[in-house]
Structures are given as structure tokens and as C-alpha cells.
């Protein structure tokens, strides 16, 4: 992506991203060696509302039928209802992190951390964050969440 081909202007097709996210990931577990351990990390600051190619029932399809192999899936999404969205795409609560554009660096060296050692047995998933959550302008500490979020 270039400054270029990035062309911002609310038009998010983001099922159609997401699909095309897992197929290519697909395709190149089938040429590794051996069974990779898979992390697939989507990453929005809009919600769905362009996508023509795919439908809701099929990105749901994928995530189950690639959960159940082993594949983690973890939603990022800036500024908007993470929770929600994830939810409708299979993804659980523990691996969703909702947060302010502001926090971006803060958010993807949490992520990385916590999904460093995923290749070694480790859930990517079940704690992105350590417990931080977002409201307002401040941090708390969510009971019974290994996740951060705006609202849930």
C-alpha cells in the first residue's frame, strides 16, 4: 500500500478483505513445509459497508472451519464497535481489541508481544492486551477480560 493506492474515503469492503485475507493465507500454508501455526490479525478503523464480492456467511465459514484447525484470529478495530463486528465474524471477545486511532503504536506492540510466541504452543488470542481497556481518556482494568475495548 502507497500513499498512491491508499485512497481513504468510507468505503470499507471489509468482508471482502477479510476473505481474501484468509484465502491467500490459505494459500501459502499449502506451500510451507510441515503445519505452520497460522495467526490471522485484521486491522479497521471503518465497518463494513462496500463489499461485493463475498457475503457475511462465508468470512463466518472460514473462521469457524480455520478455527477449529488450529488458525487465530485476532480483530483490531479503531474507533468503532470492535466487539460487535468481530462477533458477527467468529472471532471471540478474548481475541478482539477495540481503541482509539491515538493508541495505534501502543496497540501493535501489545499485539506483536502477545502474539510473539504463538509459534511455541501459546494462545495468540487469549490475552492481547493484559487486561487493559479503553474508556474515555483513561484506563481501567476490565473484570474477567484479557482484552481492551471501548465498549462491549
Avoid at 463494513?48 to 478495530?77: C, M, P
Wanted: aromatic share 8%.
Amino acid at each position: 500500500m502507497t500513499t498512491e493506492t491508499y485512497l481513504p474515503r468510507a468505503y470499507t469492503p471489509l468482508i471482502d478483505a477479510c476473505v481474501e485475507a484468509i484465502k491467500t493465507t490459505e494459500e501459502l500454508v499449502a506451500l510451507a513445509q510441515g503445519s505452520p501455526r497460522v495467526v490471522v490479525v485484521f486491522q479497521t478503523d471503518g465497518e463494513e459497508n462496500a463489499s461485493r464480492q463475498h457475503q457475511l456467511a462465508d468470512l463466518v465459514d472460514l473462521t469457524k472451519r480455520r478455527t477449529a484447525e488450529g488458525w487465530q484470529f485476532i480483530y483490531l478495530g479503531a474507533n468503532i464497535d470492535a466487539y460487535k463486528t468481530a462477533r458477527t465474524f467468529g472471532i471471540t471477545d478474548a481475541a478482539t481489541v477495540a481503541y482509539f486511532a491515538e493508541e495505534t503504536p501502543f496497540i501493535m506492540r501489545r499485539v506483536a508481544a502477545h502474539t510473539g510466541g504463538f509459534h511455541e504452543g501459546a494462545v495468540a488470542g487469549g490475552a492481547v492486551l493484559g487486561g487493559r481497556q479503553t474508556r474515555g481518556r483513561r484506563s481501567v482494568r476490565p473484570r474477567g477480560s484479557g482484552c481492551a475495548g471501548a465498549e462491549r
